[in-house]
T-cell receptor
Framework: GQSLEQPSEVTAVEGAIVQINCTYQ??????LSWYQQHDGGAPTFLSY????GLEETGRFSSFLSRSDSYGYLLLQELQMKDSASYFC???????????FGAGTRLFVKA | DAGITQSPRYKITETGRQVTLMCHQT?????MFWYRQDLGHGLRLIYY???????DKGEVSDGYVVSRSKTENFPLTLESATRSQTSVYFC?????????????FGPGTRLTVL
């Protein structure tokens, strides 16, 4: 089967840096994605890693280590608006069947 | 407006009734998906479609039926609604190919089965 593990909650202070980890077990692997979802809203895409290493997009970075079946999302210069749920997701080797983690709820405090 | 839309946004129905949730996208994306979201479970894939007339089951497809006669539409039908199908349903679409895995999500349909 396929499963993804990520912490259920993380709390951080405005202006700080936070890392949200994701470990996965899949029968095949095509890439790791991260999505953000605010309460009552739809998930929105943040980043995608197909290869090992770090991808940077503004304040957000995402890292993947395929040998460790592990990735993380790094949020820098936290803002109050970053308070949301963050989901990691993997595509299976077939290409488009996507499995999501249960999500990490990030609370940013002033 | 361009994008991905879902209707209805809210639906209350009774156990045993048939319900159809609509999804429409204007980007001509090849791939479309249906997910349900329940507290503590994240998003779970119900069905996906690679193109018109091509569909495949996801993790939690029992009790659901889909069709895709046109690229832009991907309706999801609950054949005989059960209380366990009370959830928020999201439709999503993405382009074909091996590029970034970005899926574009609709606003969701909040379904309550009494």
């Amino acid at each position: 089967g396929q499963s993804l593990e990520q912490p259920s909650e993380v709390t951080a202070v405005e202006g700080a840096i936070v890392q949200i980890n994701c470990t996965y077990q899949t029968s095949g692997f095509y890439g790791l994605s991260w999505y953000q979802q605010h309460d009552g809203g739809a998930p929105t895409f943040l980043s995608y890693n197909a290869l090992d290493g770090l991808e940077e997009t503004g304040r957000f970075s995402s890292f993947l280590s395929r040998s460790d079946s592990y990735g993380y999302l790094l949020l820098q210069e936290l803002q109050m608006k970053d308070s949301a749920s963050y989901f990691c997701a993997v595509r299976d080797a077939g290409g488009f069947k996507t499995i999501f983690g249960a999500g990490t709820r990030l609370f940013v405090k002033a | 407006d361009a994008g991905i839309t879902q209707s209805p946004r809210y639906k209350i129905t009774e156990t045993g009734r048939q319900v159809t949730l609509m999804c429409h996208q204007t980007w001509s994306h090849s791939y479309m998906f249906w997910y349900r979201q329940d507290l503590g479970h994240g998003l779970r894939l119900i069905y996906y479609s690679a193109a018109a007339d091509i569909t495949d089951k996801g993790e939690v497809s029992d009790g659901y039926v889909v069709s895709r006669s046109k690229t832009e539409n991907f309706p999801l039908t609950l054949e005989s609604a059960t209380r366990s199908q009370t959830s928020v349903y999201f439709c999503a679409s993405s382009t074909a190919g091996t590029g970034g895995n970005e899926q574009f999500f609709g606003p969701g349909t909040r379904l309550t089965v009494l």
